[in-house]
């Protein structure tokens, strides 16, 4: 009876601390005062260099884009009806040969994000991280458009083109829109893909960036260091 009585007040202690646990954490946080610039600084560029490379290692993961409805590449909305019509026509498995290429194609070049967005970190001035960090919820994954879409670009597509080869998605794609080329009455298509596949591919790596940033910014617990946790803490009391 009396283990019985002792462990009740115990139990008590251990559940109300898991309840507020987060709250005495970002509590202590406040407590620290504020980042100074080089704090501001450092603790934002890790932020980053934590948020854009695990984006590049989720994403140049088999299945990074094909697995992820929100980013999985599909037809050109000009050949939608090259798939349409080489389904109708019992080709279906040549349509689904298409999109697993290309989307083999964009995880490939998936991994060669992360020293681009490094290089764009390093290069970040006490201004810009101060702007990213009290701006807008997207402020981050939007400078990262404005300062790499170009540097991807040209990273992405020699190897997309050459993963488009070795996957057979050149070939697939090119046979599709041959195929249906031959339709008769049928406006024609274009049969190179690779720039497209690049554009997709950069699209998609900035909406996994921009959902790595809004974790990071409205999530407590993405906060794995103290300094990331005194950044942003002072972002919470500051924030727009």
Same mark, same amino acid.
């Given at each position: 009876?009396? =283990?019985?009585? $002792?462990?009740?007040?115990?139990?008590?202690? #251990?559940?109300?601390?898991?309840? *507020?646990?987060?709250?005495?954490?970002?509590?202590?946080?406040?407590?620290?005062?504020?980042?100074?610039?080089?704090? $501001?600084?450092?603790?934002?560029?890790?932020?980053?260099?934590?948020?854009?490379?695990?984006?590049?290692?989720? #994403?140049?993961?088999?299945?990074?884009?094909?697995?992820?409805? !929100?980013?999985?590449?599909?037809?050109?909305?000009? &050949?939608?009806?090259?798939?349409?019509?080489?389904?109708?026509?019992?080709?279906?498995?040549? !349509?689904?040969?298409?999109?697993?290429?290309?989307? %083999?194609?964009?995880?490939? !070049?998936?991994?060669?994000?992360?020293?681009?967005?490094?290089? &764009?970190?390093?290069?970040? *001035?006490?201004?810009?991280?101060?702007? $990213?960090?009290?701006?807008?919820?997207?402020? !981050?994954?939007?400078?990262? =458009?404005?300062?790499?879409?170009?540097?991807?670009?040209?990273?992405?597509?020699?190897?997309?083109? *050459?993963?488009?080869?070795?996957?057979?998605?050149?070939?697939?794609?090119?046979?599709? &829109?041959? &195929?249906?080329?031959?339709?008769?009455?049928?406006?024609?298509?274009?049969?190179? $893909?690779?720039?497209?596949?690049?554009?997709?591919?950069?699209?998609?790596?900035?909406?996994?960036?921009?959902?790595?940033?809004?974790?990071?910014?409205?999530?407590?617990?993405? %906060? *794995?260091?103290?300094?990331?946790? =005194?950044?942003?803490?002072?972002?919470?009391?500051?924030?727009?």
């Amino acid at each position: 009876m009396k =283990k019985s009585l $002792i462990l009740i007040p115990f139990l008590f202690i #251990l559940f109300c601390s898991c309840d *507020t646990l987060s709250q005495v954490a970002q509590t202590t946080v406040n407590q620290l005062g504020n980042p100074t610039n080089l704090e $501001i600084n450092n603790g934002l560029k890790q932020a980053l260099e934590i948020g854009t490379g695990k984006s590049s290692d989720q #994403l140049s993961a088999v299945n990074g884009f094909f697995g992820n409805a !929100a980013i999985k590449i599909l037809f050109p909305p000009e &050949a939608l009806k090259v798939e349409k019509t080489l389904r109708s026509i019992g080709l279906g498995k040549l !349509a689904d040969n298409v999109i697993l290429s290309l989307n %083999r194609a964009a995880e490939d !070049a998936a991994g060669k994000a992360k020293p681009i967005f490094v290089n &764009a970190i390093k290069q970040m *001035t006490l201004t810009d991280v101060t702007n $990213i960090l009290l701006g807008n919820k997207d402020a !981050a994954t939007q400078y990262f =458009k404005r300062s790499t879409t170009m540097a991807l670009a040209a990273g992405f597509k020699p190897v997309i083109e *050459t993963s488009l080869n070795k996957v057979g998605a050149t070939k697939y794609y090119t046979d599709a &829109a041959n &195929a249906y080329n031959k339709v008769p009455f049928v406006s024609k298509v274009n049969p190179d $893909i690779s720039d497209y596949v690049t554009q997709r591919a950069i699209e998609g790596l900035f909406v996994e960036i921009a959902q790595e940033e809004l974790n990071i910014r409205q999530n407590f617990g993405a %906060r *794995t260091t103290p300094l990331l946790q =005194k950044v942003f803490g002072y972002y919470d009391k500051n924030k727009k």
